[in-house]
């Protein structure tokens, strides 16, 4: 997606697809989690009682984030985290192919201010980019492509794009793609994991989604 397709869009959402055993499991901010008997670590969070998703419009009540989805995609429902301000959305369609894995669209939303705005600055990207690296620690070899981190608007918002490399623990390749989008009163987090070659395609899929939202 190019960083004029970009300039349209409204708000950001999360899409990833993930392969069975594979990708690892992650918490409200895209951060992987480890299971209770390696770290002890638990993100406690209950079902969501303002999110709302009737006839594929989605929207976080009162007076927050929404967008429409295809008639495709399955909604999972939506999860208020009790570690942060922000809220979880997700979406899922299964993949055919050898894989047999299964689409993922999620939408981490919060309807809180940003305590921190990224600047055009490399100082200000490289320490947002140094932060989910600290996130990414059980994704084999996550390194971002320096090229790829850049500062755009969205809809006269400011953002951050990013692509990083990593591999399964099959040694397969992956690609994330990813995209945070700051509001004046929230602000949402984009992240998808693909193979190399289908960067593009999730592009044009979350396009449908990305297109039709709004953003306070």
């Given amino acids: ?31 992987p989690v480890q299971s ?10 209950r079902p969501s009682p303002t999110a709302t998703f009737e006839n594929g419009h989605y929207r976080l009540t009162p007076g927050g984030i929404e967008f429409d989805l295809p008639a495709d995609w399955k909604y999972e429902g939506t999860t208020r985290w009790d570690s942060n ?47 989910k690296a600290r996130q990414r620690t059980a994704y084999p070899n996550w390194t971002v492509r320096p090229q790829s ?11 951050v794009v990013a692509v990083a490399d990593w591999h399964q623990r ?5 690609i994330e793609y990813l995209v945070w989008l700051y509001g004046s009163k929230s ?13 593009e395609a999730l592009q044009l899929n979350v396009d449908t989604v990305v297109r039709s939202a709004k953003m306070p």
């Fill in 149 to 159: 981190v850049a500062y755009i608007t969205i809809d006269g918002r400011p953002a």
């Fill in 36 to 45: 209770a008997g390696a770290r002890g670590d638990v993100f406690p969070g």
């Fill in 85 to 131: 301000p922000g809220e979880t959305a997700a979406w899922s369609r299964i993949l055919g192919g050898i894989d047999g894995g299964i689409a993922r669209i999620d939408a981490w939303m919060a309807n809180v201010a940003p305590t921190v705005v990224p600047e055009n600055t490399r100082a200000s990207l490289d320490l947002l980019i140094a932060n």
């Fill in 187 to 199: 602000w949402a987090l984009f992240f998808s994991v693909a193979d190399p070659d289908q960067l």
């Fill in 1 to 31: 997606m190019t960083k004029k397709r970009f300039l349209t869009v409204a708000i950001v959402a999360t899409l990833f697809t993930t392969f069975r055993g594979n990708v690892p499991k992650l918490d409200a901010q895209g951060q």
């Fill in 170 to 174: 099959t040694g397969k390749p992956k």
